[in-house]
């Protein structure tokens, strides 16, 4: 027992899949797994282990941005030795060709956030995802036809931003979309010598300013999980 995760040792498999929404993490335990139980409870942040298709997987909400992530990221590496983390998480698009519903796997997360600062002093770290988890996640796509955009995206630590039009700047240089979460994963797991992976599904643009409805978001974050749990494979 870790002091956020109340899981017995065992209880949580080495690999786990990231949602931020803990009632999303109950949603996937449900409806993906098998013989699912909830292992964790703490602060609402609902955990579940099952199987599917026979491997052991977990399922962690871990809240929204990066200091409730790393929590969560944090115990799962060193408390019970999780060896791969894949977020599933919504995200909004910077670019015209990123349209909602579209499936993007961050490759590298840039920020807004300090995480960094105090690690890297005058200095620019990049996060970046796991190539054998990027690899896998890819290639599961394009065997089961499911498109896919690939790249930077970043990781914010305002939701509510002053500058609605602040996402163009990042925009021009070719950053797909923004979320909250990756850049902090990304740099936890290659800290601790583990492996990571955002999978994102977009949920609105800043550039259409379209928005899926609850329908449309159960419905395309199942196509986002299959590809996660395509990993296993």
Not at 173 to 185: I, K, N, R, S
Request: glycine share 8%.
């Amino acid at each position: 027992m870790s002091t956020h995760i109340e899981a017995k040792k065992g209880e949580i498999a080495e690999t786990v899949l990231l949602p931020g929404d803990p009632m999303r993490a109950k949603w996937i335990a449900e409806t993906f797994l098998k013989n699912s139980r909830c292992y964790n409870d703490v602060r609402g942040m609902l955990g579940f282990t099952g199987t599917f298709n026979g491997k052991s997987v977990s399922v962690q909400g871990t809240g929204m941005g990066i200091p409730s992530a790393l929590i969560y990221c944090h115990e799962l590496i060193n408390e019970y030795g999780v060896k791969n983390l894949i977020r599933v998480g919504s995200t909004g698009s910077y670019q015209k060709d990123v349209k909602i519903r579209d499936i993007v796997i961050a490759m590298a997360a840039s920020s807004t956030s300090g995480i960094n600062n105090s690690r890297f002093i005058n200095a620019d770290y990049s996060p970046t995802a796991n190539y054998e988890l990027f690899m896998k996640a890819a290639l599961y796509a394009r065997e089961h036809n499911i498109p896919i955009k690939a790249g930077n995206v970043l990781s914010a630590d305002e939701f509510y931003e002053d500058d609605f039009d602040s996402y163009k700047k990042w925009a021009d240089f070719g950053v797909l979309c923004v979320e909250m979460e990756t850049a902090g994963l990304y740099t936890i797991a290659a800290k601790f010598n583990v492996k990571a992976l955002s999978i994102l599904t977009v949920s609105d643009s800043l550039v259409t300013k379209e928005r899926t409805s609850a329908d449309d978001r159960e419905s395309t974050f199942r196509t986002m999980v299959e590809i996660a749990l395509g990993t296993l494979e």
